[in-house]
Structures are given as C-alpha cells and as structure tokens.
C-alpha cells in the first residue's frame, strides 16, 4: 500500500509563492506517475499538473502553465509543486497522486490514478 503525505501549504498573499511537497512511503516510486491535483470549495477536483517516473515529461493544465512548476526527486522518493504568483482564485486543497502502472503518457483524470494523499490547504489572500 503506497503512502502519500504532502506538506507545504499555508497562508499566503497574492503575488507570492510556495512549494508544495509530497513524500510516498511503501511501494517503488521511481516507477510511478505522479499527479498533483487541486479542489476549491464546492467545485470539483481538478487536475493541475502531472510527471512521469524518470522526471523527463510534465504536463500542465492551462490555467497553471507558466506558474507552476513540477519535479521530482526519486532518491527521496518525493514530488513537488513549485507554485508562483499565487492568485486567490488558487485556494484550494491540493493532493498529490500516484499512478502506479509504468507509462510514458500523464493522466489527467482522477480515475486513473490508485493513491491519494491526504491534501495540503492552500489560503491565497488579496
């Protein structure tokens, strides 16, 4: 059973910027897709950017490119959302996924992906 906690969220103002950070236990994370996904209040949840195993390959909604920025350390067994000019319209509980089948191809769709963090709260203030 893979383990996902992610950290880094918080308060912050319009204009600034956080990383967020999810750190997987169990399983073989160098092998997997990672996602991270976002929910606002009373909207569904929605995919916001995505990495393959080896790290050579993201893909972004548009309402994040140019802002975001994902990576990943798989000798930390770890991803991370670098998440700049923050607007408050980006509040919302942001999760990190995994994918676990070896694919070249990011998933954008909840379905797809079989573990779940908990989420980590993301406040952006005007």
């Known amino acids: 059973q893979v383990q996902l906690v992610e950290s880094g969220g918080g308060l912050v103002q319009a204009g600034g910027s956080l990383r967020l950070s999810c750190a997987a236990s169990?399983?073989?994370?160098?092998?997997?897709?990672m996602g991270w996904f976002r929910q606002a209040p009373g909207k569904e949840r929605e995919f916001v950017a995505g990495i393959i195993y080896s790290g050579s390959s993201t893909y972004y909604a548009d309402s994040v490119k140019g802002r975001f920025t994902i990576s990943r350390d798989n000798a930390k067994n770890t991803v991370y959302l670098q998440i700049n000019s923050l607007k408050p319209e980006n509040t919302a509980a942001y999760y990190c996924?995994?994918?676990?089948?070896?694919?070249?191809?990011?998933?954008?769709?909840?379905?797809?992906?079989?573990?779940w963090g908990q989420g980590t709260q993301v406040t952006v203030s005007s």
């Open positions: 169990r399983g073989t994370f160098s092998t997997y897709t």
């Open positions: 996924a995994a994918h676990t089948s070896i694919t070249r191809v990011i998933a954008t769709t909840i379905n797809d992906y079989n573990y």
